[in-house]
Nanobody, 126 residues
Framework: QVRLVESGGGLVQAGDSLRLSCAAS????????MGWFRQAPGKEREFVAV????????LYADSVRGRFTISRDNTVHTLALQMSSLRPEDTATYYC???????????????????WGQGTQVTVSS
């Protein structure tokens, strides 16, 4: 059974940093791309960042590029999102996700992802 569990969310002030983690279990995730998405109340789920199986290739949303860094450690099946210079508009529930296909281009489309965690809340106050 595939399971993704996010952690690390919280309440911070604008300009602060926060590190999210996603623990993966249920299969060998080292072959699959993994991504972060977020959803604010009343808005659609949006892409944040994705990393390929090797950790060498990444893709970021324009809104977070230069402030957020995605990484993974395949030895412990963990995905991370280091967030800095946080803004109130970063407030959302953050989800990690992974695909069920290998050797495909990195994707920013939520519908391309097959497994999702339950989310962790990030709130940035001004």
């Amino acid at each position: 059974q595939v399971r993704l569990v996010e952690s690390g969310g919280g309440l911070v002030q604008a300009g602060d940093s926060l590190r999210l983690s996603c623990a993966a279990s249920g299969r060998d995730f080292s072959h699959y791309a993994m991504g972060w998405f977020r959803q604010a109340p009343g808005k659609e789920r949006e892409f944040v960042a994705v990393i390929d199986w090797s950790g060498k290739n990444t893709l970021y949303a324009d809104s977070v590029r230069g402030r957020f860094t995605i990484s993974r450690d395949n030895t412990v099946h963990t995905l991370a999102l280091q967030m800095s210079s946080l803004r109130p508009e970063d407030t959302a529930t953050y989800y990690c996700a992974t695909r069920d296909r290998i050797l495909v281009p990195l994707s920013s489309a939520p519908n391309d992802y097959d497994f999702w965690g339950q989310g962790t809340q990030v709130t940035v106050s001004s």
